[in-house]
């Protein structure tokens, strides 16, 4: 006890004042190529992430050749003038590097991760993909085949199969956004090499392309890297091209993809609504995650806590395609899975909620927890260079101001429970949603009509 008494117990560490946070705000140029960048220096983030956009997007793709903007993007990184695919991997493994590429609806998009100390190496490496893509017949064909491989695992996977249902009833039979964004059987089978090259040179130059940079960029002479690599990449300028409309059906319907058998039912409810150019988007983002955004919301709280149909339900707002003039459109939907038995019980009560949710309002304590999960821990959420390039790169492919993410989290913060409710029953009403449901049609079909929320279809699961 002596001994205890006459040690010396330091005070335990007290937590000092917190610092005010907000999204880093970029710095903007051009370089004399055309090329827009953007970079943000980060402190201790020694992982330089990159963003290269490109103004190719899916309805640009020529008619029959659905998919064409996908091959194109991941055969950027199958070989150059300068090195082979096998040598183009060998060098950005050397350099610690990855580099992934994908097309959506807005345009095709190149990321690129690799240490500040190899920032000159990977940038030339995209440079090279860029400026002088191989884009070789044995490359592109491989390719083909390895697309061809994923689309019967697609089709045969719910969620995709309710994802492709769900796109073709909302849009008009004309749009792109009505089929599948990386194409089908019939229309990939028809891309080659030339299909390739002529997508490519029709529309990737850097007079219309964004570079995102994001990273620890201390000691690095920036402005010399990019001339040397990216600013030597060269094309012809382009006038701007015209951003078709979004227009969608959205009336109350369900279609059953029928699987007969299953024991499950795969459920995708949605409709088109505002995207983030509207005033309405900061209460319409409160409102969803209220009520099914995360364990704890309404639809979980009834379909998974209380009656056990699911093991979760979720409801978002995924942006479509923005115009410059500010006009657009985002997915509004509510996705899960239930047991077969359950299916009809479970739409009853989900339409419940939603009725409740008109009726009754959201609670000022359900905000206020929405409010600290979306705001609360956006620090945590952009710690790593990836994340915040990826969301500088999200505000350039839909034409919004730099400072918008910033400005989006002061919004949530001053949002009130009131305006939350209006745009969450806004977005979700009950007479105007398209219903899509993969599962066993000879069980599910009946209950269904019962419930009256649309007239039911079936179609094969293909």
């Not at 956009?53 to 996908?70: N, R």
């Not at 950027?76 to 003038?81: A, H, K, L, M, Y």
């Not at 989900?350 to 609360?376: F, I, K, P, S, Y």
Request: hydrophobic share 40%; proline share 7%.
């Amino acid at each position: 006890m002596t001994e205890l008494a006459t040690m010396d117990f330091h005070p335990q560490p007290q937590g000092g004042e917190p610092k005010p946070w907000a999204f880093p705000a970029p710095e903007r140029g051009t370089l004399g190529n055309g090329l827009t960048v953007l970079r943000c220096h980060r402190p201790g983030q020694q992982v330089v992430a990159v963003e290269v956009l490109l103004d190719a997007p899916l309805d640009a793709e020529p008619a029959g050749l659905d998919g064409v903007a996908t091959i194109m993007a991941r055969a950027f990184s199958e070989g150059t003038d300068k090195h082979s695919a096998e040598d183009f991997a060998a060098e950005l493994e050397r350099a610690g590097a990855t580099l992934d590429a994908h097309a959506d609806h807005p345009g095709v998009r190149l990321s690129l991760e690799v240490p500040a100390s190899r920032l000159a190496k990977g940038l030339g490496l995209v440079a090279d993909a860029l400026r002088a893509p191989a884009f070789a017949d044995s490359e592109v064909e491989r390719l083909v085949r390895n697309r061809l491989d994923e689309i019967p695992h697609e089709l045969a996977n719910p969620g995709r199969r309710a994802a492709k249902e769900l796109s073709k009833e909302l849009f008009p039979a004309g749009s792109r956004m009505s089929r599948p964004r990386q194409g089908t059987e019939e229309t990939v089978t028809a891309i080659d090499a030339a299909a390739v090259r002529a997508f490519y040179e029709r529309h990737v130059r850097p007079a219309t392309a964004t570079a995102v940079v994001v990273g620890d960029l201390t000691g690095i002479d920036l402005d010399a890297l990019l001339g040397d690599t990216l600013g030597a990449w060269t094309g012809s300028a382009a006038e701007p091209r015209p951003v078709p409309p979004v227009t969608a059906d959205d009336t109350g319907r369900v279609v059953v993809v029928d699987r007969p058998g299953a024991v499950q039912t795969q459920l995708l409810i949605g409709r088109i609504g505002p995207d983030r150019h509207d005033r309405v988007w900061p209460a319409q983002v409160l409102g969803t995650y209220c009520l099914g955004g995360t364990l704890t919301s309404r639809l979980d709280r009834v379909l998974r806590e209380e009656k056990g149909y699911t093991y979760g339900v979720r409801a978002f707002g995924q942006v479509l395609r923005s115009a410059p003039d500010g006009t657009g459109a985002a997915m509004l939907a509510i996705s899960g899975s239930v047991d077969t038995p359950n299916t009809g019980p479970a739409l009853q009560d989900l339409w419940t909620v939603l009725r409740t949710l008109a009726a009754e309002g959201l609670t000022d304590a359900e905000r206020d927890v929405a409010v600290q999960n979306l705001v609360g821990v956006a620090p945590l959420k952009y710690e790593t260079a990836a994340a915040v390039a990826s969301t500088l790169a999200d505000q350039v492919e839909q034409h919004l101001p730099d400072d918008y993410q910033a400005t989006l989290y002061r919004q949530l913060a001053a949002t009130g429970t009131v305006e939350a409710t209006a745009a969450a029953v806004s977005a979700f009403p009950v007479d105007r949603l398209v219903t899509v449901l993969v599962g066993d049609a000879a069980q599910i079909k009946g209950p269904v009509e019962a419930l009256g929320i649309g007239e039911v279809s079936v179609v094969a699961a293909e």
